[in-house]
């Protein structure tokens, strides 16, 4: 079994040396990793996986995956269609999935022959007045959802996302009034889920909502297939869902003759693991009966832990033997909720020590900002044979406000 990436204390100074800290550094290695553990396990015959961009738009990190054997992208946004094709992928090759687009979105993607994921009654109409007898898809919502926090689960009647099934009969008139062509299917039972049910339910009732329409080629099953946290996790078991997939797969093929393509959607999965932000600790300080370890990195660099509650393992990479305390490890940010973990139990810390917060490849760097006009870490790749490369640098002041369009 392969593990979350973790780096030596000596490559870990050797980035903070050359390229200063906090710094994101992510492993080749563990990306193609990745990459290579989905397609083994999902066996079956038709399989493309679609990289969900969200998760992580470094170019550099993308076009790894892309040599790496990744079929595709699943964009959100235009600029992410934008991306995609300036990577080089095909028209054919990224999907859209976004939430509430406009009319001018809808007409984007299609203008670049992408293939568009409909999740709403409003845009099917839409679309089809724009394009009518063309090719789509839907974006069904599960009747039920799941995931590592509430703010994950995209399925149920508490959520935004997708065409209720409630609302399938009125899709499918909407959808022969302006003669579109329904080629595919896609649902999203959330971020973070690790056993197989919910997600086999959902895929059990896209199937029957497949019959309806004759022209079906694929069912996208989206992402959100779990990723390790702790060091000591189990890997989530892929060939489960496999297995899972499989037999209805096998009879909607026979339903329509033909061989059903399945897309996959992950984004995490793909990134997460492999990457690590490397801070260094600035501060220690006792406030009642809490020590506080304060970094040089906050919530405008990883999101996770005060958003969603999210554990991310962390590590004192400068002292790994030393005798363990229970601190709270908090950021440089002047919010109160800025906070990497409580009481967690960390090898003695010390001013000057770099610590490495694990699994941070999936929605870190995307979810940034420049709050508080702290900017954006570099972000540096670890390669063969160790070598560094610099895919993003860290800006300085006049840079950062050229970028937000400031002139000062």
Not at 8 to 13: D, M
Not at 72 to 88: N, W, Y
Not at 283 to 288: E, F, P, Q, R, S
């Amino acid at each position: 079994m392969d593990n979350i990436f973790v780096p030596s204390i000596k490559i870990a100074k050797k980035v903070e040396q050359e390229f200063g800290a906090p710094v994101y550094l992510t492993n080749v290695e563990t990306l193609k990793n990745r990459i290579q553990k989905m397609q083994k396990n999902f066996s079956w015959e038709n399989t493309k996986i679609f990289y969900a961009l969200k998760a992580n738009y470094n170019p550099e990190i993308l076009k790894t995956l892309k040599n790496a054997g990744l079929y595709g992208v699943d964009a959100v946004s235009p600029f992410e269609i934008e991306l995609a094709k300036r990577s080089g992928f095909l028209p054919s090759q990224i999907i859209f999935t976004a939430s509430n687009p406009s009319s001018e979105e809808l007409e984007f993607a299609h203008k670049n022959g992408v293939l568009l994921n409909l999740g709403s009654l409003s845009e099917i109409e839409r679309f089809g007045r724009l394009f009518p007898s063309t090719k789509v898809s839907l974006r069904i919502n599960p009747e039920s959802g799941t995931g590592e926090d509430k703010k994950m689960n995209t399925g149920g009647k508490d959520s935004k996302f997708g065409i209720n099934v409630s609302q399938i009969q009125k899709a499918k008139e909407l959808i022969d009034k302006y003669k579109l062509v329904l080629v595919g299917l896609h649902f999203h039972v959330g971020s973070g889920f690790y056993e197989a049910q919910v997600f086999k339910k959902a895929l059990e009732d896209n199937a029957k909502i497949a019959l309806l329409f004759e022209n079906l080629e694929f069912i996208d099953v989206g992402g959100g297939y779990g990723v390790r946290y702790k060091l000591n996790e189990k890997e989530i078991d892929l060939k489960r869902f496999s297995v899972e997939v499989t037999p209805i797969l096998e009879k909607l093929s026979k339903e329509f003759g033909k061989t059903i393509e399945l897309r996959l959607e992950p984004g995490k999965f793909l990134v997460a693991e492999s990457t690590v932000l490397l801070a260094k600790i600035t501060t220690i300080k006792t406030n009642g009966d809490k020590k506080y370890v304060g970094l040089n990195t906050g919530l405008n660099h990883l999101i996770r832990p005060s958003y969603y509650g999210s554990y991310h393992e962390i590590i004192n990479i400068s002292n790994p033997k030393g005798k363990k305390q229970k601190v709270d490890i908090v950021g440089n940010i002047c919010e109160s909720g800025d906070v990497f973990g409580r009481e967690r139990e960390l090898p003695e810390p010390r001013e000057g020590d770099l610590v490495a917060i694990c699994t941070a490849g999936g929605y870190g760097a995307s979810m940034g900002s420049n709050y508080n006009l702290r900017p954006l870490p570099a972000e540096v790749l670890l390669e063969k044979n160790n070598e560094l490369k610099l895919v993003r640098k860290r800006l300085n002041f006049e840079e950062l406000l050229n970028g937000l369009g400031y002139k000062i």
